[in-house]
């Protein structure tokens, strides 16, 4: 039995030079990352005080104070590269790396203040993502939402009552540690004044 022929308009060939794009530039941040070209100023910035240090600097001594996180988030991003490189697993790789570069991007963007290079990179890669996999969106859709059961008619209630429980516990427990905190706040400020008075 002969199968049908693909039709290549289904699948522009935008879409492969974005993921070939992706892949390439997760393959470099990926290898820099297992052989600690990034996140290797530990020895520079070890001695200097905590606020002398740039939003780069920080960045950097966050993320390098261990080895064995670089090298997870380095592996991470060749994996994604990886699936990215092939039409069949490109959706899993867009989907598993779209969180992780959204990540990026944001600490790009709020951390590394003025340094347009990272930031411009990041936003790039995020788009590509978003791209393909808005061109698989009816998919998607139908796999995250149509396909997916509610809870039983019968069990409504209870689900009802456990999400409400949820959200006022833990909105209770916020409300009380905002309460502790400013009070404990308060102590601090009462006990500096005193000993200034002393």
């Given at each position: 039995m002969s199968t049908p022929p693909i039709d290549l308009a289904k699948h522009p060939r935008l879409l492969d030079w974005l993921r070939y794009f992706c892949a390439f530039m997760l393959y470099m941040y990926g290898s820099s990352k297992l052989l600690h070209f990034q996140f290797n100023l530990q020895s520079e910035l070890a001695h200097r005080p905590i606020g002398s240090l740039t939003g780069y600097e920080l960045t950097w001594y966050y993320f390098g104070f261990s080895r064995v996180y670089g090298c997870i988030l380095g592996l991470t991003?060749?994996?994604?590269?990886?699936?990215?490189?092939?039409?069949?697993?490109?959706?899993?790789?867009?989907?598993?790396?779209?969180?992780?570069?959204?990540?990026?991007?944001?600490?790009?963007?709020?951390?590394?203040?003025?340094?347009?290079?990272?930031?411009?990179?990041?936003?790039?890669?995020?788009?590509?993502?978003?791209?393909?996999?808005?061109?698989?969106?009816?998919?998607?859709?139908?796999?995250?939402?149509?396909?997916?059961?509610?809870?039983?008619?019968?069990?409504?209630?209870?689900?009802?009552?456990?999400?409400?429980?949820?959200?006022?516990?833990?909105?209770?427990?916020?409300?009380?540690?905002?309460?502790?905190?400013?009070?404990?706040h308060s102590r601090q400020q009462t006990q500096t004044v005193s000993m200034r008075e002393k």
């Open positions: 991003q060749v994996a994604g590269a990886t699936l990215l490189l092939f039409r069949k697993t490109t959706l899993v790789g867009a989907l598993a790396m779209l969180p992780v570069m959204a990540n990026i991007l944001l600490i790009n963007v709020f951390v590394l203040v003025n340094d347009y290079g990272p930031y411009v990179i990041s936003t790039l890669i995020c788009i590509s993502l978003i791209a393909i996999l808005w061109h698989q969106r009816i998919a998607l859709f139908m796999l995250l939402w149509s396909t997916q059961s509610g809870e039983r008619e019968m069990s409504k209630r209870a689900h009802w009552w456990i999400r409400s429980s949820l959200v006022m516990v833990v909105a209770a427990m916020l409300i009380f540690g905002a309460v502790m905190q400013r009070r404990q």
